[in-house]
């Protein structure tokens, strides 16, 4: 394994970014978690907001003398056909989802050491549309772009800059969807490997492009999605106004 890496995981409260902490924690790496949301053990920071960010990645450096990756798990998403949707909404998840990573790679880029790697948590939606997810499809589909860039850019420090692009994972998120009827269904009947993902199985991904085996990876977006890519994205906000009207 070599050296003991300092890694730090936004959003690390719940779901996968919880999964990703523990996972790296378990690999023997020093893990900084840190989120929103108040918990034992985890670092305060607002994505949105620019100051946070930067105050945490200034702590890191100074408590551990530096760090050698950054994993930016933070999203949120809405539900609202374009012409209904609500500008403010529309911003606060653009505002999470893309301009929060912006502010995370910004300053990560800034501080990570030579030789290090930046991970984002984009979406299927970055590459297949769905019904009434217009704010969350153009926040993901930016951070795609956003991340080649950041490789470009990087890349003479030989920092890596990568995302890993999950299909269905139950997380606290998804999970009130599951409940609404045919949501479910609709998104395994289109994911030929027929099940959802685990947050266990996204964190492995993001491992890899953390470690040395991926040392000739950047600018890449991992599909990790059981194949539904392939297929067709279920009819969300048609299923949601079947069920609620």
């Given at each position: ?22 996972r ?35 702590a ?7 760090f ?153 977006t ?13 009819d ?10």
């Open positions: 394994m070599g050296e003991q890496r300092v890694i730090v995981v936004v959003g690390a409260a719940s779901g996968i970014g919880e999964a990703t902490a523990r790296l924690a378990a690999w023997g790496d020093t893990v900084v978690a840190a989120d929103l949301a108040q918990a034992d053990g985890i670092e305060r920071v607002d994505v949105t907001d620019e100051d946070s960010v930067a105050a945490l990645l200034d890191v450096v100074e408590r551990h003398g530096g050698h990756g950054v994993v930016n798990c933070a999203g949120v998403s809405t539900l609202a056909a374009i012409t209904e949707h609500d500008a403010a909404e529309f911003r606060r998840v653009v505002d999470v989802c893309l301009t929060g990573a912006f502010l995370v790679l910004k300053h990560a880029g800034r501080r990570v050491s030579d030789g290090g790697s930046l991970v984002s948590l984009t979406s299927l939606n970055a590459r297949q549309p769905g019904t009434g997810l217009a704010a969350y499809c153009a926040a993901k589909a930016g951070l795609v772009s956003l991340t080649e860039v950041a490789a470009l850019e990087l890349a003479p420090r030989r920092v890596r800059v990568n995302a890993v692009a999950p299909g269905l994972v139950i997380t606290p998120l998804t999970a009130p969807a599951m409940d609404i009827p045919g949501v479910r269904d609709g998104y395994l009947e289109n994911t030929p490997l027929g099940r959802s993902g685990e947050p266990d199985e996204i964190a492995g991904a993001i491992r890899f492009l953390l470690s040395d085996e991926a040392a000739w990876m950047t600018g890449e991992m599909e990790l999605n059981g194949g539904a890519h392939l297929q067709r994205y279920p969300l906000l048609g299923l949601v106004m079947k069920a609620f009207g």
